[in-house]
């Protein structure tokens, strides 16, 4: 909505409007370019023009999409994944992924979800099973080793400091 009006205000037109995606009639001039870029991060958002930081934007909601707001995980393999959803080899995505982002797409996926994993915790619907099982882990071993080499603390601590600081705010 906020790209779309501030094109609007600059008088281009786009054609199509996706998540994270713009393509507008005719050509956008210098200043225009500027503007758009600078009244983009009034907003949190940043324009970007070269295609492999554009691929990467598109890769790391695809990630996101999966993990934070599918109801589960995909049956397929998270590489299998992202190539059918972007429509590339994944060996290309993964080399560009890396070269601009320092990381690879998988310590992305397990940082976002080891971030699944605490908001799960936080919620205290699911037991560590449960939330094994939902993310997809082979045992709740391997998601509580995960989580401590990214946390440094294991999920149990994690809940248990949760329930002090509930306990902290009860008691102020």
């Not at 492999?52 to 909601?61: D, M, T």
Request: net charge negative; proline share 2%; hydrophobic share 40%.
């Amino acid at each position: 909505m906020v790209v779309a009006e501030e094109l609007k205000k600059l008088g281009i037109e786009n054609t199509s409007l996706d998540l994270g995606v713009v393509d507008v009639f005719g050509k956008i001039t210098p200043e225009q370019h500027d503007e758009i870029g600078k009244n983009l991060l009034k907003y949190g958002l940043e324009l970007l023009d070269d295609k492999k930081s554009i691929l990467v934007e598109r890769i790391k909601v695809a990630i996101i999409e999966m993990i934070h707001h599918a109801d589960e995980l995909p049956k397929v393999n998270f590489s299998e994944y992202i190539s059918l959803k972007l429509d590339y080899d994944y060996t290309y995505l993964a080399n560009t992924f890396s070269e601009i982002k320092g990381i690879t797409i998988q310590q992305f996926i397990i940082f976002h979800k080891i971030e699944k994993v605490k908001e799960l915790l936080l919620y205290d619907e699911l037991n560590l099973t449960q939330i094994s099982y939902k993310l997809d882990y082979s045992s709740v071993a391997h998601l509580s080793n995960q989580f401590k080499k990214i946390t440094g603390l294991s999920p149990s601590y994690f809940k248990q400091l949760k329930r002090k600081r509930e306990e902290t705010m009860k008691g102020s």
